[in-house]
């Protein structure tokens, strides 16, 4: 199977010469239209090396977040632990491995899978301890391999191809192949597999599963999301999001590359060249269809849903009928990719490394500003309380403060 791969930090064409998918997308554009605007002050706070720098042929890989550590894994298995409130290492360890998934963490421990099918589990308690000793100590943070052993490794008939999510004693994968994989990593072996389609050609990329009660949400290559019983990989529902179609492969290509949002019974979901859904969870009917092409993560709030697309636009829609509420366009400037919501404003950065922040009623543009190197468009940024922490291209994970 081809695969054209987008990676939060990497993109790649197999079966093919290689291609860099923002210049295919247009997403190399000028931004001397706009000038710097500072309503709302946003600085960057620190940058802190993570990793090796973006490389198109390889995956985009995210970081996670968790007591006030990020935990972040490169392509060569370089992984480390970072200290959100200063940007400072706390511990680092070359594993030595082509690693083709970004980390997912569940029950205190780190998973990731390898282009060989391997896939790992890391006691995060059993890393951090010896750390915490050295760091008593003022010692070099870097780990021997007697402090980070695997809590499992097991092998699958494909690479992982999403970060795991965890539900009680599973875990949920993606794989290259299409399947959906349950993984017990009490008992470290496989619980499940929810057999999927390959598709000729497909963006790789970081669309993860969504999880809710005893339910997976799995969007897929083939255009569709899937609701499966987590216990048993038993399908609950299939809706269509955006059947492929087209002259040609790339034409054809509808991959869904954002996680899931569900908020008050309702997911909402896009689609690279297809619609932006909203679907009941309960039965996967669908509440209202929009043609849209996403592959930046979305948000929603009590009223609406703020997204951006690939035609360098930010639309706020509602929530429970997709109408319109106002949309900025930013065609001719930049592409605009996450959005978060802040108390009344809506925040994006762009492929650029710009930040915008906008009114959140009318979409006027409150701050514009230089503030990092160039984004993949698919980076998968967090905002917590005031800091919105994300990786930048050259492998660097970046905090930036917003007052």
């Not at 959906?180 to 496989?190: E, N």
């Not at 019983?229 to 179609?245: C, E, F």
């Amino acid at each position: 199977m081809k695969k054209l791969f987008v990676i939060t930090m990497f993109l790649f064409v197999s079966g093919c010469s290689y291609h860099d998918i923002s210049t295919y997308l247009g997403l190399s554009k000028s931004t001397a239209s706009y000038k710097e605007i500072n309503n709302i002050q946003a600085e960057l706070l620190w940058s802190s090396d993570i990793g090796e720098s973006r490389d198109y042929k390889t995956a985009v890989l995210q970081p996670v977040f968790f007591n006030g550590i990020s935990y972040s894994i490169d392509n060569t298995g370089y992984v480390s632990a970072v200290d959100l409130q200063n940007g400072n290492l706390l511990w680092e360890y070359d594993l030595d491995l082509k690693v083709s998934s970004g980390l997912g963490l569940h029950d205190d421990k780190l998973f990731f899978g390898t282009n060989d099918g391997l896939y790992f589990a890391f006691d995060i308690s059993s890393i951090n301890k010896p750390y915490s000793i050295l760091n008593n100590l003022n010692f070099v943070n870097i780990l021997n391999d007697s402090m980070i052993e695997p809590y499992m490794k097991i092998q699958l008939k494909s690479e992982a191809s999403s970060p795991a999510v965890g539900i009680d004693d599973l875990i949920f994968i993606k794989t290259d192949d299409g399947d959906t994989v349950a993984i017990d990593f009490i008992d470290k072996s496989i619980a499940w597999i929810y057999k999927g389609r390959n598709v000729p050609l497909s963006i790789k990329g970081s669309g993860s599963i969504g999880i809710l009660n005893n339910n997976i949400y799995v969007p897929r290559d083939d255009g569709n999301l899937i609701s499966l019983l987590a216990s048993s990989g038993k399908l609950n529902w299939l809706v269509s999001i955006s059947p492929r179609s087209g002259r040609n492969e790339l034409e054809s290509l509808r991959d869904i590359e954002v996680a899931p949002v569900i908020d008050n019974g309702i997911l909402y979901i896009g689609s690279y060249q297809g619609n932006l859904i909203a679907v009941d969870i309960f039965n996967g009917n669908i509440i209202w269809s929009r043609p849209m092409s996403i592959m930046s993560q979305m948000t929603v709030d009590d009223k609406a849903i703020y997204v951006s697309d690939y035609s360098g636009s930010v639309h706020a829609l509602d929530r429970y009928d997709g109408s319109v509420l106002w949309t900025e366009s930013m065609t001719n400037s930049i592409i605009p990719i996450q959005t978060f919501v802040m108390n009344e404003s809506v925040i994006s950065l762009t492929t650029s490394g710009h930040i915008f922040i906008l009114n959140k009623n009318d979409g006027k543009i409150l701050t514009f500003k230089k503030i990092l190197g160039e984004i993949d468009p698919q980076s998968r940024g967090v905002l917590s309380d005031k800091y919105l922490y994300i990786v930048s291209k050259n492998g660097r994970l970046n905090a930036i403060k917003i007052n």
